[in-house]
């Protein structure tokens, strides 16, 4: 849907933990308060929102009071667990102020692998809370995903996935970078911001540098990789900075902001 004739749109939404926790691994209020009131706003405005959010782990172990974030199993699990809790009370508490109403979905890998009957199950499921004017908040459920079988890995890669499966017409990855760079700008002070990709070339997956934030398993490959998914089934793809909620009003509208990378569609 083009959404400069005024049409509404589908928009499946990805915040990184970078976006929604402080380095402590405790939440950032300011930011997700921001984030909900303007994913709200754009509800009210008639577009069906979707939002991956990821930082269960970031939450739990900061909850818990670890002093990093784990790296071994079980207590990865753990601090999921008691993430989920938070994270859902805080969108819970957030949305609820704005009459809406969300719903949680965890999943792994088989739940939306290949065709079968457990992936159906969840479009049917997705779209019925859409219908029922349900904002849906999808994660992939850390607490059992430990393996290549059931884990899908990123959260890049799963709202990638989402988009795909119920046809949606924008992704937006919020994370701790404005977009795609001609290099890492970390490393690069003179590195130029990509406003536009029309093509995800051999040269452009080349500009893929390095792994995400201390708190995030994602990193800009995982996000190239994404694009390339969500292009190639019809729809756009925005990358932005998720320390200022408010672009995703330019990115609804079509405005410039971040990195868009052009949704090839298929004629008629």
């Known amino acids: 849907m083009e959404n400069e004739k005024g049409l509404t749109m589908r928009i499946v939404i990805k915040v990184g933990t970078s976006t929604l926790a402080h380095p402590t691994g405790r939440l ?38 670890l002093p990093e974030r784990p790296k071994d199993v079980p207590t990865k ?8 809790c938070e994270l859902m ?29 457990r992936r159906e199950n969840f479009h049917v499921t997705l779209e019925r809370l859409l219908e029922l004017g349900a904002l849906p908040i999808i994660n992939e459920n850390d607490t059992v995903a430990t393996d290549e079988i059931t884990s899908i890995g990123d959260n890049d890669t799963l709202a990638a996935i ?29 590195a130029k911001l990509i406003p536009l990709v029309e093509d995800i070339t051999p040269e452009v997956m080349a500009l893929a540098d390095g792994a995400g934030s201390a708190l995030g398993t994602g990193g800009m490959s995982t996000k190239l990789r994404a694009a390339r998914m969500v292009t190639s089934s019809g729809a756009d793809m925005v990358i932005a900075n998720g320390a200022h909620p408010e672009l995703l009003y330019d990115i609804a509208e079509g405005r410039a902001a971040g990195t868009r990378f052009a949704a090839h569609r298929q004629e008629a």
């Open 28 to 65: 950032n209020i300011q930011r997700i308060e921001l984030l909900c009131k303007v994913m709200s706003d754009l509800k009210n405005a008639g577009h069906q929102i979707i939002l991956v959010s990821s930082g269960a782990i970031a939450m739990g172990f900061g909850k818990l009071n």
């Open 77 to 84: 699990q753990a601090s999921a667990a008691v993430g989920q």
């Open 89 to 117: 009370y805080t969108y819970d508490k957030l949305f609820t102020e704005y009459n809406h109403t969300v719903a949680q979905l965890l999943i792994t890998r088989p739940d939306i692998a290949g065709g079968g009957r």
């Open 162 to 190: 989402v988009t795909c499966c119920i046809k949606a017409d924008l992704l937006v990855l919020l994370s701790d970078i404005d977009g795609l760079y001609t290099a890492n700008p970390h490393t690069h002070p003179d």
